[in-house]
């Protein structure tokens, strides 16, 4: 890695953790149907019906748990995405004014008239930046949540 740029070493960071948890999650929930009622807490009763889980499960099965595992960590990666781009778009500069006006009424700044051009100008220098990870990362687990859905779908 030492031979990797910054910006490189961080986009690996960004988009290796993003993908990580997505694989760790749904690595559980598959493993957690896998083995039916078995208590995690038991790791004998665990890995044994583990084993068993493993040899009878079906494709259809594992195309299904596989389906539903990734579909959870892809929607929070895709709506924290958007909800970020829709913020940096300005949707929410309205609410955001009116609530610091409203709470101005009531502080012993109430003298102070900030214009909405003054609150957005200022919100501008303050948008987030480098989220289109989430966006990205979000959207090749959909495609995979997708490609899995339709292996469910042909062999069931």
């Not at 953790?17 to 493993?31: E, G, K, Q």
């Not at 609410?95 to 003298?111: A, C, E, N, P, V």
């Not at 501008?124 to 990870?133: C, D, P, S, V």
Request: glycine content about 8%; hydrophobic content about 45%.
């Amino acid at each position: 890695v030492g031979h990797l740029s910054k910006r490189t070493q961080v986009l690996l960071v960004k988009y290796g953790s993003c993908f990580l948890l997505t694989f760790l999650w749904t690595i559980v929930y598959v493993l957690d149907h896998c083995t039916g009622d078995a208590s995690i807490l038991v790791w004998s009763e665990w890995i044994s019906a583990l084993q068993t889980g493993i040899q009878e499960t079906k494709a259809v099965d594992w195309y299904h748990w596989i389906c539903d595992g990734l579909t959870l960590p892809s929607m929070l990666l895709l709506s924290a995405g958007l909800m970020i781009w829709i913020s940096n778009a300005g949707a929410f500069d309205i609410l955001g004014y009116t609530f610091k006006s409203f709470i101005r009424m009531f502080t012993s700044d109430r003298d102070s008239h900030e214009t909405y051009g003054d609150y957005v100008a200022e919100k501008k220098e303050k948008r987030i930046h480098g989220y289109g990870f989430l966006i990205i990362s979000g959207s090749i687990s959909m495609g995979l949540t997708l490609l899995f859905l339709a292996l469910y779908c042909a062999a069931a």
